[in-house]
């Protein structure tokens, strides 16, 4: 069966279909997890992977905050909607399932001979309806599954929950097979579902925009360019751009009132880029404030993995960090939808429109930075000494913040062997001016003294520049081919 609306995702089919032939091959059972953001494309994932298949199989799903009864009578509609149901389904589901425990021990009857899939979607959901649900699939598991030719697949959207229900001290811990992470769609790869014939430039614009999530990208299809989809965006209350922000945010940070506020403080921020200095000030600045932005942090960037860190290339000085919303998405949400909802709600979306013609251009010069950065280290094996061995690339600056470059990439031994400057405007290339002011950097960052000379633009350099590299958005775009 074809699906011509889906795209991308060789990379998570190739396993899928690797660890369903190694079931069917071996006639024993494999588990695996399947986790990644809201609205990253896992459940459309694992249904195309289920259609495309040969096998029976069965899906249900966990639903949050809904009573067991009702996610009961859910889940013996959703398997009795599969187009290949499983053998036994009709008699072991002839009466309703009183809980998840239940439900659990039943599908191992409904298994036939044959190999099958096996598929729980929001496993945690289901396990928070059910403490000790994981127990219980353990046991299960361990006693009959794990001994027949079955394909089970958890899949979940809260990241850290996953990360504990597989730790070392749970009951399932030891007994995956293999863990898949769902990434939003890569910019090859929007570029695909974007379909017809997009600039380079407009591809990254969409990137920006969209942070690669499907249903974003899908959405932007319909608009001949990105102008027109936020103008869409913001011209009424309740669009795709504004609404899936909010429906990741509130079940991220559900009851986490400072995450949340702290969290703002950030994507409040022009370009999005803070230290914790600015931050505290936006909160008070108070030691109140400062112990409750540390123990937010602790949440945004080491459980919910929302915020990321940026350290000065080579240097790790507690004190130069800097924070950005790590989703492209979110933080251009925060920057150009958030502050406009009421106004779009009583009918002046003008002036949200307004706001983003003014600032899109600042906004996204920084805001790509990560993302060229990505370009950059992907394209490094291809690439002609000393440039092949480029193992890491980041931005520098320094405590004053008079100097700021965007690309500093060094090699295994730490030694640096590039630096780069990112000129991205609609229009012009990277001139010699350019190229002159970036050479100053050799003198100003440490071990840059013969560092290669990196120019990136839109649409490259002026003919003849000197410089040891030039990238357009072309060549940064087919560092994901």
Known sequence: MSDSSFFGRSRELEILNGELERVVTSGSGCLMAIRGRRQVGKSRLVEHFLQQGRVPYGSVVGLKGTPVEVQMHRALETLRSSTRPLPGLDAVT???????????????????????????????????ASR????????????????????????????????????????????????????????????????????????????????????????????????????????????????????????????????????????????????????????????AAETAIVRAMDALVGVKRIVAVDVPAGRRNERLKRYRIADSYLRFW????????????????????????????????????????????RLAPRLAPPLDGIESVGGWWDRSGMYEYDIVASNRSSAVVAIGSIKWREKGFFDPRDLATLGKARSVIPGAERASLVAVAPQGATSGLAADLVLDAGDLLGAWV
């Open 94 to 128: 002839a009466v309703t399932p009183s809980n998840w425990y239940d439900l659990l021990s039943r599908l191992g009857l409904a298994l036939g001979s044959d190999p099958a899939i096996l598929v729980v979607d929001e496993f945690p959901w289901a396990e928070e």
């Open 334 to 377: 925060f920057a150009f939808v958030a502050p406009h909802l009421r106004n779009i709600e009583v009918g002046r979306s003008d002036l949200a429109v307004r706001a983003f013609h003014s600032s899109w251009a600042t906004w996204r010069g920084k805001a790509i930075e990560p993302l060229l950065r990505e370009a950059l280290l």
């Open 132 to 287: 000790g649900l994981d127990g219980l699939l353990q046991s299960v598991w361990d006693q009959d599954l794990s001994r027949r030719p079955v394909l089970m697949i958890l899949v979940g959207s809260d990241q850290a929950m996953m990360d504990r229900l597989f730790a070392h001290d749970r009951p399932l811990f030891g007994r995956l097979d293999q863990t898949v992470v769902v990434q939003p769609f890569n910019p090859a790869e929007t570029a695909q579902a974007l379909g017809g014939v997009r600039s380079p430039m407009a591809v990254f614009d969409a990137q920006l925009v969209t942070g690669g999530f499907p249903e974003l990208v899908t959405h932007a299809r319909r608009f001949g360019s990105l102008t027109k989809l936020v103008e869409d965006a913001l011209s009424r209350p309740h669009t795709v751009l504004a609404d899936v922000a909010q429906i990741n945010l509130g079940g991220e940070l559900a009851d986490a009132g400072n995450i949340r506020v702290v969290l703002e403080a950030i994507g409040a921020d022009e370009i999005g880029v803070v230290n914790f200095s600015r931050i505290a000030s936006t909160l008070g600045g108070s030691r």
